[in-house]
């Protein structure tokens, strides 16, 4: 499994108890949008969705987070990516992709104070038809500030070593 790549696509709230996947931040230029999506112990990840009408990278470059360009639909922002490498579905999704995966995200502010998120995922390798999850979220007071540092320890193997190592120094110093 791929370690310390931040979040992966298409980053569902897997576990909203504990506030998992729930942090979102977007910022918008004339350009291109970038949305950072906060989640626990993997890390964020800062995906850019480019907005200016240029094509997708050619088929055979495959990136992480995929591919993304988007467009407005009235107020909705639609976002289509593709070009994701293999497995990447397995992170959190716990499925296998092919190389014809594409997403569609179509984002509406439903209010306010809240943004309703519809992810597509397609990939008529791996099955039948379409599928879509919807997610609703909630926007927090700015003030709040709920954007932590991520920071990822490649799953700690090394602090192993590391505390193992401190802990005999002292040993070595008391004698």
């Known amino acids: 499994m791929v370690r ?3 979040v992966a696509m298409p980053f569902f709230p897997l576990n909203s108890l504990f506030g998992q996947g729930t942090v979102m931040q977007i910022v918008q230029s004339p350009k291109s949008i970038g949305i950072y999506m906060e989640d626990d112990h993997d890390g964020g990840g800062t995906r850019v969705i480019y907005m200016d009408g240029r094509p997708h990278a050619p088929s055979s470059a495959r990136f992480y987070l995929g591919d993304s360009r988007g467009h407005w639909e009235g107020n909705t922002l639609v976002v289509e990516t593709t070009n994701f490498l293999p497995g990447v579905l397995q992170q959190n999704l716990r499925v296998s992709n092919s190389d014809r995966l594409k997403i569609t995200e179509r984002m509406t502010r439903a209010g306010a104070n809240d943004l309703k998120r519809e992810v597509t995922l397609d990939d008529p390798k791996i099955w039948t038809r379409p599928w879509t999850g919807l997610i609703e979220m ?9 954007i932590f540092d991520s920071a990822c320890h490649e799953g700690n193997y090394g602090m192993t070593g590391i505390l193992v190592g401190a802990r005999r120094a002292e040993q070595t110093a008391k004698k």
């Open 4 to 6: 310390c790549f931040g």
């Open 138 to 146: 909630g926007k927090t007071d700015d003030a709040r500030q709920m």
